[in-house]
């Protein structure tokens, strides 16, 4: 399969991947090493590792997962960054980017220099001399007790950077929201640097009560203890010294580019003079200065070359699903030989056409999720015939547009998802308390594999185990302003969805009030409106199942409105597709 098409997006991830990778690996401290730098730099080595995977480069792969074993023990804290280790893994870093930039050359790597730091690499892990560093004491009561301090250290001396483990009150509904009141709250007390579940998972009501927030304060650690006791959210609470998470560097390497054809930048070029010239002349309309109804005639001349516009940039910007799907197949193909396992492929939508920003940022999750499917979905040749099922795996993607969302759905017809053992995982990594594992449905369960540091597997491989993935899958979508769906059916197969912006788009639309709010709602969805001025009810077509009823004040028109993603907070909001700004000044919410 020829993956020429592909080796220039691979560089220019695999590059800002290991860029941020170089200057995090510079900045690791050997007394107090940052576990969010490890683990960020454990995150971007594992998708080196994997995009290189996908795309054949066996040795590039390999010295990824070697630097990845050594980030591994360092998370586990079973090893310190040393002078000497942290010489290495910056050498070793900079032997990858040799290898993307040799590839991207299409020219022989030094397979030499490859083989000797990774021979000195997998020395160093043999090496039983690198100590663990002592861990950070904590009252496990739950109250505001730091770390011993050193002899001599004012009790009330400043705090600097803390992290503080939160468990909020469960006998209050809305706790998502709770849980971002109290980091409004804890904002006022210094800068938060990290929280864990991040934001965007709150903003889309996934949490389990237990925060985790890393705080640089100057505030004296009594007083930071003080204010947070008297927080009404919080049932209990420990807090501890920790490092300050390094500054996140700007991302070496290009930055993302299209290839526009002369033609159409020419073309845009015309529009762009063009429009210039109606608007000049729509100006002088409105002043008086011209004959009656120009004004009129120059804005719909207007309208319609910016319209001209918004398409063709649109398309420029646009690529067909399909130029991702060789690279998928590849990957998934290449992972289930070095199995020994035999799949059935599937891709369906590869001719919807998806913004480009938006598919470079879905690459890892899909390769994620693909990997996943083939390693830790499928059985054996064997194990599937002898349950009854075709010998060869079955690894389905489908896209579709729906309205102005994107979904997108990876489907395997393996041994599915077990929520009894989900659970048991997730205690035995102290992730939830067995009390949180029993309150939770089988749909929570499977939402269980998105956390990090979450895995099933028993040993790590080139290929997984190591509990890093699916984590990176959620933050990656919810990143975007997307959401996160699994379903599974133990012993018939799992089924990840990702419901997605499209981004900013042009939608034929239904302008509704409901009292003093108007909402769009897409023509595409509408089947028929029926009932009287009083009382209307909008009958729309739902994705799956029987059609759904809702009921407005008026019906204000059909409107042709510019559907942008919701802003900040807002992003990823349930029921929503994004906004729109209507020509009186109004901001009206299109309806999911």
Wanted: glycine residues 8%.
């Amino acid at each position: 399969m020829d993956l020429s098409a592909y080796i220039e997006l691979f560089v220019a991830e695999t590059r800002e991947h290991l860029g941020t990778a170089y200057d995090l690996a510079t900045a690791l401290d050997e007394r107090a090493p940052s576990s969010e730098a490890v683990r960020e730099l454990f995150r971007h080595v594992h998708s080196v590792k994997g995009m290189a995977a996908s795309m054949g480069y066996r040795a590039m792969s390999g010295l990824a997962h070697d630097i990845e074993s050594l980030m591994d023990r360092l998370r586990r804290g079973a090893a310190v960054p040393t002078p000497h280790a942290r010489k290495l893994l910056c050498a070793t870093l900079a032997c990858l980017e040799r290898m993307v930039d040799a590839a991207e050359r299409k020219q022989a790597v030094d397979d030499a220099e490859r083989a000797r730091l990774q021979n000195d690499l997998r020395s160093l892990l043999r090496e039983t001399a690198i100590a663990a560093p002592p861990a950070p004491s904590a009252d496990p009561g739950g109250s505001a007790s730091p770390r011993p301090r050193p002899s001599g250290a004012a009790p009330d001396a400043a705090a600097g950077c803390l992290k503080l483990a939160l468990i909020l009150r469960r006998d209050r509904p809305y706790p998502a929201v709770r849980a971002a009141v109290v980091i409004g709250r804890l904002a006022g007390l210094g800068r938060i640097v990290a929280t864990e579940p991040p934001m965007a998972a709150l903003r889309a009501g996934r949490f389990d009560g237990r925060l985790l927030v890393t705080l640089v304060t100057e505030r004296p650690l009594r007083a930071v203890g003080a204010a947070v006791a008297a927080i009404d959210e919080v049932a209990s609470f420990t807090s501890m010294p920790a490092e300050p998470p390094p500054a996140r560097p700007a991302p070496k390497g290009p930055t993302a580019t299209l290839r526009v054809r002369a033609d159409r930048i020419d073309a845009l070029f015309e529009d762009a003079l063009d429009l210039m010239t109606h608007l000049g002349r729509l100006e002088a309309g409105l002043r008086g200065g011209a004959a009656p109804g120009t004004a009129s005639l120059e804005a719909g001349a207007a309208r319609a070359l910016a319209r001209r516009m918004y398409e063709e940039i649109a398309e420029v910007r646009l690529v067909p699903f399909e130029v991702a799907t060789q690279r998928l197949a590849r990957g998934a193909a290449e992972l289930a030989r070095t199995l020994g396992k035999t799949i059935a492929f599937e891709v369906s939508g590869q001719d919807v056409r998806i913004d480009r920003s938006l598919l470079e940022a879905l690459m890892d999750p899909l390769l994620h999720m693909l990997r996943n499917a083939v390693d830790h979905g499928l059985e054996s040749r064997d194990a599937r015939l002898a349950a009854g099922k075709p010998p060869d795996g079955q690894v389905r993607i489908r896209l579709e547009r729906r309205t102005s969302r994107l979904w997108l759905c990876v489907e395997d017809d393996g041994r599915g998802l077990d929520p009894r053992a989900l659970k048991t995982a997730a205690i035995e990594r102290g992730l939830v308390t067995p009390g949180e594992a029993a309150r939770l449905d089988d749909d929570e369960a499977f939402q269980l594999v998105t956390l990090p540091g979450f895995t099933t597997a028993s040993a790590a491989s080139e290929v997984s185990g190591r509990g890093v993935g699916m984590d990176v899958v959620r933050s990656a979508v919810e990143a975007v302003g997307g959401r996160l769906r699994i379903h599974a059916t133990p012993g018939r197969g799992t089924r990840f969805e990702l419901l997605l912006p499209s981004g900013v788009a042009l939608v034929q639309a239904c302008l509704v009030r409901d009292e003093a709010e108007v909402f769009a709602v897409p023509l595409a969805s509408i089947v028929r409106i029926e009932g009287s001025s009083e009382r209307l009810a909008l009958v729309y077509e739902r994705p799956s199942g029987p059609q759904g009823r809702f009921i407005v004040d008026e019906v204000l028109g059909r409107r042709e409105i510019v559907v942008r993603p919701l802003p900040g907070a807002l992003a990823g909001l349930p029921g929503y597709t994004g906004c729109a700004l209507i020509e009186d000044g109004t901001i009206a919410l299109v309806l999911d």
